[in-house]
């Protein structure tokens, strides 16, 4: 979190965080698309630097953008901004997972219904809590909600059951489909009321 005096803005960093292919560019698609054009920035790819001294020029690419939500009313006595960030495509380094999660201030694991795909579901969840303990943060205590992609797909099941296996903290879990939309503003909603829930209240001071 940082605030922008200038702007008067409180910015909070959103990860969407979870296995390949579950829908993390498409919910942010479908995010960006529903932004009114004067409170968003461009959606864009960010290529990056692996922080790793053992592949040296290697990179990979996040997908990112930011808007901001003066229909959330105000943190720290300033309107909210939000960045939402996500890896993109083959993620090959378990270090651009790291540089992602620095600094972040809550999470959106995406999780995919489909049944074959929940080991892959809990390995991202293993390593989300890993890569956050290696950064000197819990999983407990983040803002954190699950969004369940691909529910209406044949072999699929409910996301419900797919939220809860996953053993993340206990965090709301939503049945989403970047497609059709339904269930992302919801998701959103809870996003940004555990951001503000984690802001204490007591605003801005001048020291
Ligand atoms: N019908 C349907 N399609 C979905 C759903 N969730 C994801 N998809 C589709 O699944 C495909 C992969 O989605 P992406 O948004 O590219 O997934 P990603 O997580 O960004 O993938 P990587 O960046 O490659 O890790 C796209 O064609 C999406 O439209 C869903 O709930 N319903
Ligand atoms: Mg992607």
Same mark, same amino acid.
């Given at each position: 979190m940082f605030t922008d005096a200038f702007a008067d803005e409180t910015n909070f960093r959103v990860v969407f965080y979870g296995p390949a292919y579950v829908g993390k560019t498409a919910t942010l698609r479908y995010i960006h698309q529903h932004a009114p054009p004067d409170r968003k920035s461009k959606l864009s790819t960010v290529t990056i630097n692996i922080d790793d001294p053992s592949h040296p020029g290697e990179t990979e690419t996040t997908v990112w953008f930011d808007m901001s939500l003066p229909e959330y009313g105000e943190s720290n006595a300033r309107k909210i901004r939000i960045n939402l960030y996500a890896l993109h495509g083959p993620v090959n380094y378990e270090s651009s997972s790291r540089l992602l999660l620095k600094g972040v201030d809550a999470v959106?694991? +995406?999780?995919?219904?489909?049944?074959?795909?929940?080991?892959?579901?809990?390995?991202?969840?293993?390593? +989300?809590?890993?890569? &956050?303990?290696?950064?000197?943060?819990? &999983?407990?205590?983040? !803002? &954190?909600?699950?969004?369940?992609?691909?529910?209406?797909?044949?072999?699929?099941? !409910?996301?419900?059951?797919?939220?809860?296996? &996953?053993? +993340? *903290?206990?965090? *709301? $879990?939503?049945? $989403?489909? !970047?497609?059709?939309?339904?269930? $992302? !503003?919801?998701?959103?909603?809870?996003?940004?009321?555990? +951001?503000?829930?984690?802001?204490?209240?007591?605003?801005?001071?001048?020291?």
């Open positions: 959106v694991f +995406l999780a995919d219904a489909q049944r074959a795909r929940q080991d892959a579901n809990r390995w991202w969840a293993m390593t +989300l809590r890993e890569h &956050l303990a290696e950064l000197g943060r819990e &999983l407990a205590g983040l !803002p &954190l909600c699950v969004g369940v992609t691909k529910t209406s797909f044949e072999g699929s099941d !409910p996301a419900l059951r797919v939220g809860n296996a &996953l053993g +993340l *903290p206990a965090s *709301p $879990i939503f049945d $989403i489909d !970047p497609t059709t939309g339904r269930g $992302i !503003p919801e998701m959103l909603a809870a996003v940004v009321t555990a +951001l503000k829930d984690g802001v204490a209240e007591g605003g801005v001071a001048e020291i």
